[in-house]
């Protein structure tokens, strides 16, 4: 599902230039100096909350059957993954609110809920999704630990940008970011963010897409 990007340079881990995004509604968000504005990017944070003794997630039934896989080469190293069609009725209404604030009215989406079960050594290289398996825009919410997010321009890899998701958010991917820049999850030793380490934990993300244009 995923088209691999050719090698980039990459800059060098925090602490990077801060641009204010005038309008924007990313709540933490780090430019490359090429970078003249955002891409088309929102981040949605959830009410912080108390931080409880964790538990099983909902979706470890699926991704327990499945294998973590150390795959060289793939855009996806140290990960489980699954699509899940079922859910709870609370889940279903949490789904519901990322499709209503992530899709336009009528937009055809896959049925098929995407998660991905990235270890704490695991990582996402840098890739664009293929036109083939989604549409224009990709929603994911992240769960169990916040992680840093890196969007480069195919185009020119000094237009660059870092993005915080903080664990119970939700990102959105549409119009440039969607296509014009690769995106990647931080391996847990490049994990920074203006200056500070964010610690990489297991992360889980549900991901929404909708179809892709019809060929």
């Known amino acids: 599902m995923h088209r691999a ?5 990459r800059p060098r ?6 641009r204010p995004c005038a309008g924007s509604r990313l709540r933490s968000a780090a430019f490359g100096p090429g970078l003249a504005r955002p891409a088309s990017q929102r981040l949605r944070p959830s009410p912080q909350r108390p931080r409880r003794k964790p538990r099983r997630h909902k979706t470890e039934p699926q991704l327990r059957r499945r294998a973590t896989k150390f795959i060289l080469g793939r855009a996806i190293h140290g990960f489980r993954e699954t699509e899940i069609a079922q859910w709870s009725e609370a889940s279903r ?15 055809s989406q896959l049925s098929l809920v995407h998660v991905l079960d990235l270890d704490k050594s695991g990582y996402i290289k840098p890739h664009v999704d293929s036109v083939k398996f989604c549409g224009c825009t990709i929603a994911g919410l992240s769960l169990l630990s916040s992680c840093v997010m890196r969007l480069v321009s195919e185009q020119n890899p000094e237009d660059w940008m870092d993005l915080l998701l903080p664990r119970r958010s939700l990102y959105i991917l549409r119009g440039t970011a969607r296509y014009e820049f690769t995106h990647e999850i931080l391996k847990d030793e490049e994990s920074f963010f ?14 929404c897409r909708n179809l892709p244009a019809p060929t």
């Open 5 to 9: 990007a050719g090698p980039l340079p």
């Open 13 to 18: 881990p925090g602490p990077w230039p801060r």
């Open 93 to 107: 209404e949490i789904l519901q609110r990322v499709r209503d604030t992530a899709f336009l009215p009528g937009m």
């Open 194 to 207: 203006d200056g500070q380490k964010i610690p990489r934990e297991r992360r889980i993300s549900v991901i």
